[in-house]
């Protein structure tokens, strides 16, 4: 899964806006939509958001955790706890990201929004890099991570399930390798065999 | 012994003002509407010192080098006492601080907030949160807080009508008393119901309970004694132990006093005030010398001496802290005050010589009464005008109009500078007009925005910017003598009302159409298409109900209509809002949070919509922008802790939906039949179905519940033919044979009133039958009353019969807005008719939409192309009003011909209808 489908995934969110127009319901595939009535808040899937507001039918009101205190304090939280913190939205690194582009005059304090949102980015980036490094040193079998958000669990995605596969390998090849050194080179290839056709 | 009270003196301007004793009982802090601190060294200083902590402050108390002030901005300031420097804060509230306790042993201040938040806090240690503790369980604003002498309990009077006593440490609620007369406000509040432990050991809890002042027992919560001084019938406010907890004072709503000595209950003595002010604050001298100092609202400060039958030497209390100097007489101080003892002689001096200066000072200042934060005045005053939907006109920046087409805001109204002043329309529609800016050179400071136009103005001119595209803006400047009040616009018009109580009305693009006068100060108004609502007062407030009225002016060409339609406040409340609904009904809004409607077919108002019920917080309000009668809503902003909305950040939007006040609205039995009322009286859209589902279910739950007759009433008030068939078969199915006969009765006598329906109007339009017939009559009778009407009736009734071969022009004037119009164009009139309207309109009402159904086999589906229907080609309103305009011609022409004869138009009526029928029949089959 590249970082595009999991942006599509997450432009299914719902978002409320404040429509600057009227219309009736809009029938969607995956459910109706509206009606709007012009200042009257009403909760569509994100991508139709920023849509509307591209082309400035609607303002959009941020979600209740896109606030700066509330940030600050998730932001804190995230530095002083060794685990993960569970996040106010499943996407909120996407959500911010369309947002903070596309209606940085709806929201108040964006520029800042913006600094913290990454911070809080970086800091869970780099708990996952610590994470995975000491799993791989300390070649642990299996590590339990919650609160995960999908967009960080896709960014880790291309490169630690191969990078354990290749480390079992290793291993499963240096516990063959003791007994006699006939079964090793064939055994090796059987497993090298096996693991390119399950890779 | 009688209590020597001491003319008053002034202290502080009008209203509020409270007062206290430093602890060694030297000096008097006052604090009042004027926002400053006075420390007094003695009753007779006339050069006090005084510092300025704000706009005003409600409450001052002192304890060792510290002076609490609870200040305007929400928070109690700190002060250095006594030199009076500013001294840091010690806590915030979102609202105003009503009231203070500081105990003299403990190191404890409880306070109390107008937001209901009720805080004690712990003075000695250094401050942050953790020493603060929060009580909540109020539902009213506080009006006074006493906490107990070794600060374990906590007593708390509330608006809610309840006086709740906490234990401190638990923070739980010990005892509800309910003795507190109820108010919204601190600021309203007649009686501040302070109440005060006995301040020695803590063992009793003193209240006043209307004119008597009741001590219980803060034990076991029995009542220890009821104090009561027959001679007094106003309520106490304040009630006050002395300080060695032999004596209690309390002070009247009339500004009386009065001392018992509660051991045996025997009044003292009672002081009254000479100008019967209410007393707002209260202290005993903590020196125990029977010295007690006072304010009334008016912010004059007294005192009374010789308050105790005992020389104040016999019994000192030994909590003073100041014992060693109080082993003296009742006026004499030697080393704490130096001029104690000639102060009373110079009282006496002062209160001979000058006396009568002081009381014409007094007479002056009564004259110039201010708007104080504590208007305690005994009338209620009349509401002045308003624009609807904006927002006080002291705020710097304000919405000027908020309404369903867009939002007016006013930036820098307060502002010297003209540069900062502008006025910013932004439309919720932004494809219906995009947004604009403008210069408020002018300072205009009223706004209406409406599809046509908007509409500014100032006191002294008017100016409209007509929102079609390619027109130009104009604008009227009045005679100096005149003033605008109130400015209006809709579609068509523009109106604004001037103070000499005359309406000046303009069409949209600047023709002066009319001037109108209305009979009494005008309070608001709402104009929507050729229509106009104005609220005036139509006399003095009753007992603190406003008389307002309001009437319906048509304006329609140039032509000038008026309806009178009185108007529905609930007692005390005062209107809050005025409009119509997106159909043209007028609507009013109380500041209750009621909302009421006026359906032209009811020609009553009705309320409709409580928004109390929706709201989190009893502080909060609703903001009213919008009533969509079609989509049964009401839109308008929820203000937190106030009436009006915030400015920045930008408030939302939230709909209530429109249901009559039924009483038990949380059964299922109330919903159903909240809905049937609602959906009969309204325009709701698109509710026939659920209409019928409703009244089937309503039906079904009487059945089940064995209500037969309940049942057979309810399908008898609806009388819609399918819905007794479906009821039938109900009734059949559960066995009720009797009820279902009687049903089955019932249908056969609907379908032979249809049949007399359609034999006796042969003529298929039936939709509004009654009306036609009762049209007539209300025509003559406005003719007859004999006003100046009538010729231009007859000149428009000639011009529009003569026009009638092409009757299409006349019906596409109604545009889609005013879809209402027609309706009400019918409305107007009727009421002026007694008995007819009344009876024949409610069933002849369209908006029923079972009486559509009922008549559906005869006219509802129209099919122009249909050959069967003799009257396709040509729509129902047109024939309506061919009908309607021949008969009201034929009145016109037998105007000389008296009244009595009713049938007759009815009978030339039908000629005519035959007639039209031909000509239709002939032209359609020449068409075809």
């Known amino acids: ?58 303002k959009i009101q941020p979600p209740d955790w896109m606030n700066i205190e509330q940030l600050e304090e998730l932001k804190e939280e995230e530095k002083r706890s060794k685990t993960f913190v569970k996040m106010p939205s499943e996407h909120y690194m996407i959500e911010a990201k369309l947002l903070l582009n596309y209606a940085t005059d ?94 | 012994m009688t209590i020597d009270r001491k003319p008053t003196r002034y202290a502080h301007s009008d209203g509020h003002t409270d007062v206290c004793y430093s602890d060694d009982g030297t000096r008097l802090i006052t604090c009042g509407t004027d926002g400053d601190i006075r420390i007094w060294s003695g009753f007779n200083d006339d050069d006090p010192i005084q510092t300025c902590v704000g706009e005003w402050s409600l409450c001052v108390r002192q304890k060792g080098s510290r002076l609490h002030i609870a200040t305007d901005n929400n928070s109690v300031q700190l002060m250095t006492f006594p030199e009076g420097e500013r001294d840091g804060i010690l806590v915030r509230f979102t609202a105003p601080v009503n009231h203070m306790a500081i105990g003299k042993n403990h190191e404890y201040i409880a306070v109390v907030a107008e937001d209901m938040e009720v805080n004690v806090i712990k003075l000695s240690e250094p401050r942050d949160s953790s020493n603060i503790l929060t009580f909540s369980g109020l539902t009213g604003p506080p009006l006074s ?75 076991d919560w029995s009542s220890k004694s009821v104090l009561t001084c027959p001679e007094i019938e106003s309520s106490f406010s304040i009630v006050q132990f002395s300080p060695c907890g032999q004596f209690m004072a309390a002070a009247s709503d009339q500004g009386e006093l009065v001392v018992w000595e509660i051991a045996t209950q025997i009044v003292i003595d009672i002081t009254k005030h000479s100008r019967s002010i209410a007393l707002c604050a209260m202290m005993w001298n903590p020196l125990g010398n029977g010295e007690i100092a006072f304010c009334d609202v008016q912010g004059q400060l007294g005192i009374a001496l010789n308050c105790t ?41 002062k209160a001979d010589i000058m006396g009568k200066e002081e009381t014409g000072s007094v007479s002056d200042k009564e004259s110039s009464r201010s708007p104080t934060p504590r208007p305690r005045t005994p009338e209620t005053p009349m509401q002045d005008a308003f624009m609807p939907t904006s927002t006080p006109k002291h705020l710097s920046s304000r919405y000027l109009c908020w309404n369903e087409i867009g939002i007016v805001r006013s930036y820098g109204c307060n502002d010297d500078l003209d540069d900062n002043k502008s006025i910013e329309v932004e439309f919720h529609d932004s494809t219906f007009h995009n947004t604009m800016m403008l210069r408020n050179f002018q300072d205009y400071t009223m706004s209406s925005l409406s599809t046509g136009a908007l509409v500014v103005a100032n006191s002294s001119q008017i100016k409209a910017i007509p929102l079609a595209a390619g027109t130009k803006e104009w604008s009227l400047s009045l005679p100096e003598e005149e003033e605008i009040i109130c400015i209006a616009s809709s579609n068509c018009l523009v109106c604004f009302a001037t103070s000499n109580y005359l309406i000046h009305i303009c069409s949209v693009f600047g023709t002066q159409k009319a001037v109108v006068s209305i009979p009494g100060p005008l309070v608001s108004m709402s104009a929507h298409g050729y229509f106009l ?25 140039m032509s000038v209509e008026n309806k009178n339609i009185n108007s529905a406040l609930r007692p005390e409340t005062q209107l809050q809002w005025i409009g119509f609904t997106d159909l043209g009904t007028p609507a009013m809004f109380d500041s209750f949070g009621l909302l009421y409607l006026y359906p032209s077919t009811s020609n009553i108002w009705l309320p409709f919509c409580d928004t109390t019920k929706h709201r989190k917080n009893p502080s909060d309000g609703f903001f009213v922008t919008a009533v969509y009668e079609s ?148 025509k003559k009778f406005i003719l007859n009353s004999g006003n100046k009407k009538t010729p231009k009736f007859k000149t428009r009734n000639d011009q529009v019969s003569t026009s009638e071969t092409k009757p299409t022009s006349t019906s596409t004037v109604e545009n889609s807005i005013e879809a209402g119009t027609s309706d009400q164009d019918i409305s107007v009139n009727t009421p002026i008719n007694t008995q007819e309207s009344v009876f024949s309109e409610p069933s002849s009402t369209p908006k029923n939409p079972f009486l559509k159904k009922l008549k559906k086999p005869n006219s509802a589906v129209r099919n122009p192309l249909n050959l069967t229907d003799p009257n396709s080609g040509c729509t129902l309103e047109e024939v309506n009003i061919e009908k309607e305009n021949k008969s009201s011609f034929n009145n016109g022409t037998n105007l000389e011909k008296n009244s009595e004869k009713r049938k007759r138009p009815d009978s030339t009526d039908k000629q005519e209808v035959n007639k039209q029928r031909k000509l239709d029949k002939f032209m359609f089959s020449k068409r075809s």
């Open chain 2, 631 to 778: 989509f049964q809503s009401v839109r308008g902003i929820r203000c937190k802790g106030s009436m009006y909305p915030s400015f920045t950040p930008r408030p939302n939007l939230s709909e209530l939906p429109i249901e009559p006040l039924f009483i038990e609205m949380a059964t299922e039995k109330s919903q159903l039949e909240a809905n049937l009322f609602t959906w009969s009286t309204l325009r709701v859209e698109n509710v026939e179905k659920k209409f019928k589902e409703t009244a089937l279910k309503t039906f079904a739950l009487a059945c089940r519940n064995d209500l037969d007759q309940r049942a057979l009433e309810l399908v008898e008030m609806i009388a819609n033919p399918q819905l007794v068939t479906l009821a039938t078969k109900y009734a059949m199915k559960l066995n009720r044979q009797r009820l279902a006969e009687k049903l089955t009765e019932l249908a056969s006598s609907l379908q032979e009133s249809e049949w007399d329906n359609t034999n006796t109007d042969q003529s298929s339009i039936v939709l509004t039958p009654t009306i036609e017939n009762v049209r007539p009559i209300n």
């Open chain 1, 106 to 199: 709806d929201i108040s304090r964006a520029d800042e929004i913006r600094t913290i949102i990454k911070d809080i980015w970086d800091i869970r980036m780099s708990k996952i890099r610590s994470s995975v490094d000491t799993l791989v040193r300390n070649a642990g079998f299996y590590a339990t991570v919650d609160h995960l958000t999908l967009m960080e669990i896709n960014t880790m995605r291309p490169l630690l399930p191969h990078a354990l596969d290749q480390v079992y390998r290793m291993k499963k090849a240096q516990s063959t390798r003791l007994p006699t050194q006939s079964t090793t080179l064939s055994l090796l290839n059987s497993s090298h065999r096996g693991s390119s056709l399950s890779s």
């Open chain 2, 309 to 349: 039958n005992i020389p104040a030497s016999i019994e000192t209390p030994s909590d003073n802290g100041e014992a060693d100097n109080v082993d003296f007489s009742e006026f004499q101080f030697d080393d704490a005050d130096e001029d104690d003892e000639n102060v009373v002689s110079l009282e006496k001096l």
């Open chain 2, 145 to 219: 807080v006493a906490l107990c002498p070794k600060a374990k309990l906590l007593a708390v009077s509330c608006g809610d009508e309840f006086l709740r006593v906490w234990n401190v440490e638990s923070t739980s609620i010990v005892k509800e008393i309910e003795c507190v007369p109820k108010t919204n406000s601190f600021m309203n509040a007649k009686l501040l119901c302070r109440v005060d432990f006995e301040p020695v050991l803590g063992r009793g809890l003193a209240y006043p309970n209307k004119n008597t002042v009741i001590i219980v027992n803060t034990i």
């Open chain 2, 533 to 557: 609502l104005v609220a005036y007062h139509d006399g003095a407030p009753r007992k603190g109900d406003q008389c307002i009225k309001s009437m319906l002016v048509k304006l329609e060409g």
């Open chain 1, 1 to 58: 899964m590249n970082p595009d489908e999991v942006e599509f995934l997450a432009e299914k969110q719902l978002i409320s806006i404040i429509p600057t127009f009227n219309s009736n319901v809009i029938h969607l595939i995956s459910g109706d939509v509206g009606p709007f009535r012009a200042s009257l808040p009403v909760r569509v899937p994100l991508w139709m958001a920023i849509n509307l507001k591209q082309q400035r039918k609607c």
